[in-house]
């Protein structure tokens, strides 16, 4: 009878370890609340004047945010620098002479380190920054679920592969979005990050030459800063939002009703497709747009985290300790 109640105690010991396990694994909104009750600020206060100097940063922020997630989950490989024994994935076409801000999530862990040193992974610092980048541009809040650690790999391939390209079709933005887990109605809610930020003439110069979907005096205002001749004018940059490029909001959809979306994967999503009536609805409805662009964001980040003991807390977010 001892035996048998010692073996259900053991049993019953086990199981709570188990679930202990389990439970440490998730993301959660309270995740540093004891360890770093610090962190939202340290994070704000290098995120908003940064802003400041800056409008276009929170679009940058925001990107690399995604950029990040789509390449091994949410683990900051995007962050690490090329070394002479490691690829990273920062010259990978997506992202080569394109995404930008790294010097300010170096700033943020610079801030979060003076308040709890060694606590704080770099993933987790960058999912508070794009939600602090689009609250200071007057778009929509949400809790972040935090606990993700930091990868001590990168994929140049993941990046090159799986980050849709400004030359998708519907097809294939939905087939990349549905390989992370993201349905198509999450894709069309985030692509409304297109509302803040701007685009490389690279980026947009077969959209606006080439192509009968885009209204033609839309057409050739942006031809006036973007040369026909690849090579001319590479970098010379647009805003993604014709309107209000540096404010939150549903401007995007609007443009692409009227055909005046930049990239030709922004006017995929309103060509005649089956996410014409979901752009429409955003137009409608501001307050549906940032619902689901929540609801994408939030998943976005749940897109297969490190936790537990997986991974590491970076001290230098471009390195690997």
Not at 52 to 64: D, N, P
Not at 159 to 168: H, L, R
Not at 262 to 281: I, K, P, R, W
């Amino acid at each position: 009878m001892a035996a048998r109640a010692s073996a259900a105690a053991a049993s019953c010991i086990a199981l709570l370890l188990v679930l202990a396990g389990t439970s440490s694994a998730q993301l959660s909104t309270s995740f540093y609340s004891t360890s770093c009750p610090g962190l939202y600020g340290a994070v704000k206060s290098v995120v908003q004047p940064a802003i400041a100097r800056e409008k276009r940063m929170g679009a940058s922020i925001v990107r690399l945010f995604f950029h990040d997630c789509f390449v091994q989950g949410c683990d900051a490989s995007l962050l690490l620098d090329d070394t002479a024994s490691f690829q990273g994935e920062k010259m990978a076409k997506p992202n080569n002479a394109s995404v930008r801000g790294f010097e300010v999530i170096d700033a943020i862990k610079s801030a979060v380190e003076n308040v709890c040193t060694g606590v704080v992974s770099c993933a987790d610092i960058l999912a508070i920054a794009a939600r602090d980048s689009v609250v200071s541009l007057g778009g929509p809040s949400w809790d972040v679920k935090l606990g993700r650690r930091d990868s001590t790999t990168a994929s140049f391939s993941g990046a090159n592969n799986n980050i849709p390209q400004p030359t998708s079709g519907l097809a294939n933005l939905t087939s990349l979005f549905a390989a992370q887990g993201l349905s198509q109605k999450d894709m069309v809610a985030l692509s409304g990050a297109h509302t803040i930020g701007l685009a490389r003439c690279t980026n947009f110069r077969a959209h606006i030459y080439n192509e009968t979907s885009i209204d033609g005096a839309f057409a050739r205002t942006r031809q006036s800063g973007c040369p026909s001749t690849s090579g001319a004018g590479d970098n010379n940059l647009a805003p993604l939002d014709l309107q209000t490029p540096t404010v939150f909001e549903n401007n995007y959809y609007k443009n692409l009703v009227s055909k005046k979306g930049l990239l030709h994967s922004d006017q995929e999503l309103f060509n005649g497709g089956a996410t014409d009536a979901q752009v429409q609805s955003y137009v409608s409805s501001q307050s549906t747009f940032f619902a689901d662009f929540v609801t994408g964001m939030i998943k976005m980040g749940d897109i297969t985290p490190l936790t537990g003991s997986n991974g590491e807390i970076r001290k230098n977010c471009r390195r690997i300790n």
